[in-house]
């Protein structure tokens, strides 16, 4: 069953669909980056992707806060007819996504800054530290970057699951709402 072609005002916007794919790649990027590199020796390709990793979370704040400019300000397509419960939960999934977009680069941003490890953007525009040096608040705080990054990947499984159910199982337009047409 082939969907049926969606008129132009049910589909997110090009802009929307641009920030919502280039978050996805930057931020499952970002995230087998920081995985990889966690568990590398110390070396100098070890610093230089910690600082890639670093520059890929500031990219990811700025990019969340004006996709969430955009969404502020633009209305998003109506929701498509599902049972009331699906659409609680993919509100709720939505809403925590958005938070952890914000949460996890600014833990992260917090961790280095207490470690003595100051955010160099692009190794030429050095970045404010976000909390004063502390070693043991570096501490405190380094498992909440790991485990709110961990929430966030989750969180991007159960939703790649949902967009895979609605469309090879349900055969609705939930997924080719956000897909780019060429």
């Known amino acids: 069953m ?11 916007s090009g802009v929307a ?30 610093l230089k992707l910690y600082s890639y990793h670093k520059w ?6 700025g990019l969340s806060a004006l996709r969430l400019l955009w969404r502020l ?12 419960w699906q659409h609680k939960v993919a509100h709720l999934t939505h809403g925590a996504l958005y938070a952890l977009f914000f949460i996890v680069p600014l833990v992260g941003w917090a961790y280095s800054s ?3 490890f100051p955010v160099v ?4 525009l050095p ?19 790991e485990r709110t990054a ?17 469309h090879f199982i349900d055969k609705d337009s939930t997924l080719a709402r956000m897909r780019p047409q060429f």
């Open 121 to 124: 953007l692009f190794g030429v």
């Open 73 to 84: 300000t633009h209305k998003p397509p109506a929701d498509l007819p599902a049972p009331a």
């Open 127 to 145: 970045l404010p530290d976000f909390v004063p040096v502390d070693k043991a608040l570096a501490e405190l705080i380094k498992p909440w970057h």
């Open 17 to 46: 669909m641009a920030f919502h794919w280039l978050l996805a790649v930057m931020i499952v990027v970002a995230f087998c980056v920081g995985v990889y590199m966690h568990e590398l020796p110390m070396s100098p390709d070890k």
């Open 56 to 61: 890929a979370g500031v990219i990811i704040l």
């Open 2 to 12: 082939t969907p049926v072609p969606l008129h132009p005002e049910a589909r997110y």
């Open 114 to 116: 207490a470690a003595g």
């Open 150 to 166: 961990m929430l966030l990947a989750l969180l991007v499984l159960m939703h790649v699951g949902a967009a895979l159910k609605h």
